[in-house]
């Protein structure tokens, strides 16, 4: 399961990246994963949960925006949605493409608090 090695590095990115601006505590991590690279939302998701505990990052929701893989063809100029099966173009089948989404792992943006606060009700 690599997805826990990614979560790992996704986690490490975000918590320096909290700990530079001076928070103390992380509340969402937002994710943007292509299709291409197979990642499964699940197994992130448990990773997380494996990973969070001790962290900054306890209690944290991680939230995955799926990008669709799309690819632009260098023949006849459309750009379109695929699978990770077939790159092929459908408008004249050329295999002169080239990737436009599909292969992100990125962090977009990280919500931190600075005052613990786990009696949180409605004030937001
Ligand atoms: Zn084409």
Redesign the pocket.
């Known amino acids: 399961m690599h997805e826990m090695g990614i979560t790992a590095g996704i986690l490490d990115a975000s918590i320096e990246a909290a700990e530079n601006a001076g928070a103390t505590r992380i509340v969402e991590i937002k994710v943007s994963v292509g299709e291409l690279t197979e990642i499964v939302e699940f197994a992130l998701q448990f990773a997380f949960e494996a990973l969070t505990p001790g962290t900054i990052a306890e209690g944290a929701i991680l939230v995955v925006n799926h990008v669709g893989a799309t690819a632009h063809?260098?023949?006849?100029?459309?750009d379109?949605e695929h699978d990770r099966f077939q790159m092929l173009?459908?408008?004249?089948?050329?295999l002169?493409?080239t990737p436009l989404t599909g292969r992100e792992l990125q962090v977009d943006s990280i919500e931190t608090a600075d005052e613990p606060d786990d009696t949180t009700s409605g004030t937001a």
Not at 73 to 78: A, D, M, R, V, W
Not at 89 to 94: G, K, L, V
């Open positions: 063809c260098n023949e006849c100029g459309i379109y173009c459908p408008e004249c089948d050329s002169n493409v």
